[in-house]
């Protein structure tokens, strides 16, 4: 074969494989990133960090629950219900404030009119990095403008583990609506396989004080936070801590780090409370739930009966806590956990 | 141009290159090898990379006769050894902690395990995961090494393949594979580690 019918051969089938390839995953588009009027798949799998924009850009809602792992078993339907709203869920798991702006950032940049945002607010976000996401995101499907698209067309790995299971699902008949989604945080729950599972941390040998360690980290966590708050104050924020089993406090305890974490948990909730737009609910000193292990997989996560449960307390404001009671409720939660029997857990 | 046309160009013959004596030559040498490191980046890491080649260098230089003695295989090995020390210190933030990885690497005892940092710097998902889901993930990677050192040895390398090179229906099919999974690739490849140059 000569060698320039070689090339011009090459450069043909190459160029039609590569068209042809960011033509399918344009059309089945598995993230949502253009949002097709009528999208020929009914099936979709779920991928936090490349879906989420995805839904948020495209999807029509008028309210939205952000949070951790801790919302991955919420029930969007139920929401609906109860809550009277339309809403979609926004979850990463282990994110931070960072996740939770950029993502409500879209959200608000898109054409709903978002009446509420529902925001799981925990620990793990007020005192984590305020700069950066959890997990390094693809940022080409969180910007605007496609000038990277190419990284979303041309991805073989999104084609094998997304693209292609779409397709076979439905061309089996299958459904799953991203934002409709059911249970995703799955495992073996109860008070044993929970037990097994939990390293009780080392007593450390120094306490820790929030002024000194978590006040800076909490500040910019909160900076992020208002940021929304006041940039959006026809929305209603509606802000809970959910409910960690009593041996994440154990570890707090072990750490020596428990009463910093209460009085960030004081601090957070003060300042949240200044605006006419947010209402706070505290779960964390629920008793029922937290001291019943078989409610959790590990010593954070809860079943998805669970999340049913919290989205019927606060349908109902129960939880909700107010200026005048907040830190009275907090202060409970310190005492409940001090003197708490920890070490029947390890006889 | 490559790097290093132009540092015998335009550094190593206006030295004098090897026509003033051979301690001249060795001088030439590790200069070259030191603007070599700088070029590479700014930090003393470089400049000892760049020195521990020119060292090298001038090391073979001198016992180029007994050296060449030697069984290629060790040859090889002791150069592969050598380039691989050398990487860490390019690598590395700075020189202490280049010393300190190298330590490591004695340290622990024997065993035979594959440190995962490692083999997810292999991780191609697409292409391993359909083995993998049938063969365990350590088989796949040792293949996949044992697979490469075996092209490294005996096949031919790029520029003698380009020598021969005929187009043909079979070469045609294999460029096309490996062009269109590399294009396909781009978005999601790891670390690599000239990706600053």
Known sequence: MPGKRWIAVLLIIVMCTICGFAGVQYICDPMLRYGHESWPLTYYEYSEMYSNPGIARNYKYDAVMVGTSMIENTNVDQCDELFGVKMVRLPYSGGTTYNMKTILDICFSSKNDIKKVYWELDEFQLFGSATEPRYPLPMYMYQENHIDDLKYLLNIDLFYHYTLKDIVGTLTGRTQNLERRGVTLNGEFGQEAMLRGYARPQKADTEKQFEQVYKKKVDANLENIRLLIEAHPETEFVFFLPPFSVLYWDAELCKRQFDANMDGAIYAIGELLQYKNVSVYYFQNDEEIITNLDNYKDYSHYGSWINDLLTEKMAMGVGQVTEDNYVTVVEGMRQFIKSYNFEQYFQ | ?197
């Not at chain 2, 005892?109 to 940092?117: D, K, L, P, R, V």
């Not at chain 2, 993998?132 to 390398?157: D, E, H, K, W």
């Open chain 2, 1 to 197: 141009m490559t790097l290093t046309r132009f540092l015998t160009k335009y550094i190593y013959i206006p030295l004098g290159g090897n026509r003033n004596g051979t301690l001249r030559t060795y001088v030439n040498i590790l200069i070259v090898y030191l603007v070599s490191g700088m070029w590479h980046g700014v930090g003393f890491t470089f400049i000892v990379w760049g020195l521990m080649h020119g060292v090298a260098t001038v090391l073979y230089r001198a016992t180029k006769k007994e050296y060449d003695r030697i069984p290629c295989v060790f040859q090889w090995l002791l150069t592969f050894c050598f380039v691989s020390i050398a990487w860490v210190f390019f690598r590395a933030p700075d020189v202490s902690s280049a010393v300190n990885l190298l330590k490591q690497i004695v340290v622990g005892g024997w065993s035979f395990s594959i440190n995962a940092e490692l083999t997810e710097t292999l991780l191609m998902p697409t292409l391993i995961s359909i083995p993998s889901q049938v063969i365990p993930f350590v088989y796949v990677v040792t293949a996949l090494f044992g697979g490469t050192m075996i092209c490294s040895v005996c096949c031919r390398n790029s520029v003698q393949i380009l020598e021969k090179f005929r187009p043909a229906i079979f070469n045609l099919a294999l460029v096309y594979f490996l062009l269109v999974f590399g294009m396909l690739s781009l978005s999601s490849v790891g670390a690599f580690l000239y990706t600053n140059f």
